[in-house]
């Protein structure tokens, strides 16, 4: 026994040694689901924790959502789309250092044969108006994502206080809320990237109105502030950051396609 003590302490010597060096930093990021849906973090992210030695663990529920485990300190960095909630989030201090990333539009979604005929609709608003005198079904995400913002303000802006059973809200994110209004031939609002992404297998639903100024649909990304939060991961945050809206992964993002057309849309700077 005594023969072998030089031997295990060798080995203790080189498992301290190896530990940290092998180990895998992990990086913990909210976002909302539509970067998820769309394919986009599954080509943009890899190249990012191939550079930095890191596995960035995603967790993707709506804007609101995501930015709730942000002021609770529960993740490092968020990926969102809700500008005025974003802002929200620095002005109250659980973020630093926000910048642009990409953007798209959303767009209004239904049965190619349109029974509320919002495609003759001059504004988003009016196609609301339509939908709902004729109550067509419209499947809400419900869920206070950018996206269910957006159908809030739409219906505000049409007059409309969305109620009955042809209104439905799903609580879900934007990929399940595309299927379910296939499966109902339904009406929904979608961002374009996830629509452009589940369009053909995965839905035949087609864009009914699109083009409106205020259907723009913008990405922002937020570090936790680490001032509030010591223990967040502040430095590999800022690496993601300055990665994705950096050269390499802003190439990234403007040659990700689906179906052959662009998912999102880089600032042009």
């Given at each position: 026994?005594?023969?072998?003590r030089p031997?295990?302490?060798?080995?203790?010597?080189l498992?301290?040694?190896?530990g940290?060096?092998?180990?895998?930093?992990?990086?913990?990021?909210?976002t909302?689901?539509s970067?998820?849906?769309?394919?986009?973090?599954?080509v943009?992210?890899p190249?990012?924790?191939?550079?930095?030695?890191?596995k960035?663990?995603v967790?993707?529920?709506?804007?609101?959502?995501?930015?709730?485990?942000?002021?609770?300190?529960?993740?490092?960095v968020?990926?969102?789309?809700?500008?005025?909630?974003e802002?929200?989030f620095?002005?109250?201090?659980?973020?630093?250092?926000?910048?642009?990333?990409?953007?798209?539009d959303f767009v209004i979604?239904?049965?190619?044969?349109?029974?509320?005929?919002?495609?003759?609709?001059?504004?988003?608003?009016e196609?609301?108006?339509l939908?709902a005198a004729?109550?067509?079904?419209?499947?809400?995400?419900?869920?206070?994502s950018?996206?269910n913002?957006k159908?809030k303000?739409l219906?505000?802006?049409?007059?409309?206080?969305?109620k009955?059973?042809?209104?439905v809200?799903?609580?879900?994110?934007?990929g399940?809320?595309?299927?379910?209004?296939?499966?109902r031939q339904?009406?929904?609002?979608?961002?374009?990237g996830t629509y452009?992404?589940?369009?053909?297998?995965?839905t035949?639903?087609?864009?009914?109105?699109?083009?409106?100024?205020?259907?723009f649909?913008?990405?922002?990304?937020i570090?936790?502030n680490?001032k509030r939060?010591?223990?967040?991961k502040?430095?590999?945050?800022m690496?993601?950051?300055?990665?994705?809206?950096?050269?390499e992964?802003?190439k990234?993002i403007?040659?990700y396609?689906?179906?052959?057309e662009p998912v999102?849309?880089?600032?042009?700077?």
């Amino acid at each position: 026994m005594k023969s072998l003590r030089p031997l295990l302490l060798v080995l203790a010597g080189l498992l301290l040694f190896t530990g940290p060096a092998t180990a895998t930093e992990h990086l913990k990021m909210s976002t909302t689901t539509s970067t998820q849906d769309s394919g986009l973090l599954p080509v943009l992210l890899p190249a990012f924790e191939k550079k930095c030695n890191c596995k960035v663990d995603v967790i993707a529920v709506g804007t609101g959502q995501a930015l709730k485990l942000g002021e609770a300190g529960d993740v490092d960095v968020v990926f969102v789309h809700a500008r005025k909630l974003e802002d929200k989030f620095v002005a109250d201090g659980f973020g630093v250092n926000r910048r642009d990333v990409m953007y798209n539009d959303f767009v209004i979604i239904g049965p190619t044969n349109d029974p509320a005929g919002i495609a003759r609709a001059k504004t988003a608003a009016e196609a609301l108006k339509l939908i709902a005198a004729r109550q067509a079904t419209f499947i809400s995400r419900g869920d206070r994502s950018g996206t269910n913002i957006k159908e809030k303000e739409l219906w505000k802006a049409a007059g409309i206080e969305p109620k009955g059973s042809w209104y439905v809200e799903a609580g879900q994110g934007m990929g399940p809320v595309i299927t379910m209004a296939t499966e109902r031939q339904a009406y929904t609002l979608a961002d374009r990237g996830t629509y452009n992404a589940y369009k053909g297998q995965k839905t035949d639903l087609t864009i009914l109105f699109q083009g409106e100024k205020g259907l723009f649909n913008p990405y922002g990304i937020i570090a936790v502030n680490p001032k509030r939060f010591p223990y967040v991961k502040y430095d590999l945050a800022m690496k993601l950051i300055d990665f994705v809206t950096g050269p390499e992964g802003q190439k990234i993002i403007a040659g990700y396609k689906a179906h052959g057309e662009p998912v999102f849309f880089i600032y042009r700077k």
